[in-house]
T-cell receptor, first 112, second 118 residues
Framework: TQLLEQSPQFLSIQEGENLTVYCNSS?????LQWYRQEPGEGPVLLVT?????EVKKLKRLTFQFGDARKDSSLHITAAQPGDTGLYLCAGARAQGAQKLVFGQGTRLTINP | NAGVMQNPRHLVRRRGQEARLRCSPM?????VYWYRQLPEEGLKFMVY????????ESGMPKERFSAEFPKEGPSILRIQQVVRGDSAAYFC????????????????FGPGTRLTVT
């Protein structure tokens, strides 16, 4: 059973377009992290959201945590080829140091 | 501040051999986590360790797999008698030592070890 479902799994769009990636669950998470992974490398942490309804911005990336802390979204404005990569959401079920549950990832391709 | 270090980056083993994967956490981090990523799949938790203690090994296969994080030196993930199904990328992550309840322990990942079993 996949606790975190990401959609879409694959997305290919043109440079300059906007896009949204979703991360959904029926479970409540105490925090949710978004990572980006390049081929042959480890995931790189982009952001952590903690509070229900929280919105964080990282340049052209906007991250939102659902009010009930069961879902999250990543919105990219004016996508660029450098945004190409695998985007992973990961949730922690409780506070403190513990394992992360990962979604299966969204593979994003931005075409010039 | 150096990031999480893993070695080797690539490891090839024949069926039946042992694989040893090493992980040095970021400076100041005392929590280490191991995850496995199979081709075209997301990361799956394997084990969480602190110095000299296994805290959560709920994701570890019951046989052939073991992990340790000694007082001195890196964390080691050991796979005995490897089989083709063990071929995967193995990632280590670390997080800092907490000082209170309610703290968010962000995990930082190493570059991974890609294990190929022939």
């Amino acid at each position: 059973t996949q606790l975190l479902e990401q959609s879409p799994q694959f997305l290919s769009i043109q440079e300059g377009e906007n896009l949204t990636v979703y991360c959904n669950s029926s479970s409540v998470f105490s925090s949710l992290q978004w990572y980006r992974q390049e081929p042959g490398e480890g995931p790189v942490l982009l952001v952590t959201v903690v509070t229900g309804g929280e919105v964080k911005k990282l340049k052209r990336l906007t991250f939102q945590f659902g009010d009930a802390r069961k879902d999250s979204s990543l919105h990219i404005t004016a996508a660029q080829p450098g945004d190409t990569g695998l985007y992973l959401c990961a949730g922690a079920r409780a506070q403190g140091a513990q394992k992360l549950v990962f979604g299966q990832g969204t593979r994003l391709t931005i075409n010039p | 501040n150096a990031g999480v270090m893993q070695n080797p980056r690539h490891l090839v083993r024949r069926r039946g051999q042992e694989a040893r994967l090493r992980c040095s956490p970021m400076k100041g981090h005392s929590h280490v986590y191991w995850y496995r990523q199979l081709p075209e799949e997301g990361l799956k938790f394997m084990v969480y360790l602190q110095k000299e203690n296994i805290i959560d090994e709920s994701g570890m296969p019951k046989e052939r797999f073991s992990a340790e994080f000694p007082k001195e030196g890196p964390s080691i993930l050991r796979i005995q008698q490897v089989v083709r199904g063990d071929s995967a990328a193995y990632f280590c992550a670390s997080s800092p030592k907490g000082t209170g309840t309610g703290q968010i322990y962000e995990q930082y990942f190493g570059p991974g070890t890609r294990l190929t079993v022939t």
